[in-house]
């Protein structure tokens, strides 16, 4: 696996990918890797002939009270995970290649409406970092295909609204969210939380399913469901962020015809924000 910081040697290995006709997948990370980010790996593996991972803690992401600072760094146990898989490229800009004229002069890329609700509501600008710092790496990786995780719904949607609007040549697939066996999703922000926390942290997934067995068993008065399903993760100790159930595509909420549901939350337990999600398919 070879491991490049510099962007003009990466363009360089591109080019010559680009004389063999390679095809190329790309997923991008925040580093801490774990399964979740492993499975988009493997998917990754199966799509293309080359596999590049990039590396970027993106401070245009954080909010100014978030974790940039507190955000895990584990480079060295990541690369070895990443080698054993078969990765062909780790991607490791640093900040200054990255943003050259620093943060406050950065031409960015927004996506209109879909950024600013739920998440992008509570996480002011987020999605306009995110969606920055993917335009970036696209234009730097190149790849033919990119992998993203459904733990981060919003996020996967955000970005396909991206490459439908600047006619990006490259092909997005979502990844399932991988979850341990208590049925927590996996996340890097999960090591911040205390034993108890943890112990308490799978009842917001159990939360969630119960609403979409609801409404798969023919459950209409969704406000009703979500008070309740709100009420029993405040009484479990977590403070509730938002729960809500939207239309998949749009993430609107949804109308009478829309059959293709999500049910997205977000709640603090202690100080660690989880998020999570469920789809759900109703037949009429
Ligand atoms: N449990 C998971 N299952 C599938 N994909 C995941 C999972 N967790 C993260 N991903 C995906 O991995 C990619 C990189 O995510 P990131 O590095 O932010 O990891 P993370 O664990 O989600 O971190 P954070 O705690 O900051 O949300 C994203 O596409 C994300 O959706
Ligand atoms: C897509 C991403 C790598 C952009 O920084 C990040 O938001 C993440 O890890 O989900
Ligand atoms: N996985 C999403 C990255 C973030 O929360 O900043």
Known sequence: MEIVSDINQLREIRRKWQAAKTSIAFVPTMG???????ELVKHAKQGADIVVVSIFVNPLQFGPDEDLDAYPRTLE?????LRELGVDLLFLPNNEDIYPRGLEQQTFVEVPGISYMICGASRP??????ATIVCKLFNMVQPNQAYFGEKDFQQLQVIRAMVTDLSMNLSIYGVPTQRSADGLALS??????????????????????KVASAIESGRTDYTKLLTQAKENLAALGFKPDY???RCAESLMPPSHEDTSLVILAAAFLGKTRLIDNLQVKLFQ
């Open 77 to 81: 146990e990541d690369s070895r995970k």
């Open 32 to 38: 801490n890797l774990h399964d979740g980010h492993l």
């Open 243 to 245: 729960l809500e159930i």
């Open 188 to 209: 890097s922000r999960n090591h911040y939380l205390s034993d108890a926390e943890r112990s308490i942290a799978p009842k917001l997934y159990q939360e969630i399913v």
């Open 125 to 130: 600008g987020h999605f306009r970092g995110v």
